[in-house]
C-alpha cells in the first residue's frame, strides 16, 4: 500500500485505505473515493493532483492525496 501521491500517472489504481479525520474522509467520500473504488492520476500541478475517479476529473491537494492509500 502507497499513498496516491507515489502512484504513476496514468496508471488505474484501486483504492484500499483512505485515512484522516472523519471530516476528511467524509469529504473524500463525497467526492467519490470510495475503499474499491478506481482512481487514475492525470497530471500533477504545483501542490495539486489532477485524479480521475468515477468518470470526473477532480483536482484535490498534495495533503488530501497523501490521505488515500492504493
Do not use: C
Not at 496516491?4 to 476528511?24: D, H, M, P, R, Y
Not at 492520476?41 to 483536482?59: E, M, P, Q
Amino acid at each position: 500500500m502507497l499513498p496516491l501521491t507515489l502512484a504513476n500517472e496514468g496508471e488505474e489504481n484501486i483504492i484500499k485505505k483512505i485515512g484522516g479525520s472523519e471530516k476528511v474522509k467524509r469529504h473524500l467520500e463525497e467526492l467519490g473515493f470510495t475503499v474499491g473504488g478506481s482512481v487514475k492520476i492525470i497530471n500533477t500541478l504545483g501542490g495539486n493532483v489532477i485524479v480521475n475517479v468515477k468518470d470526473a476529473r477532480i483536482a484535490i491537494s498534495r495533503e488530501a492525496a497523501q490521505k488515500i492509500m492504493v
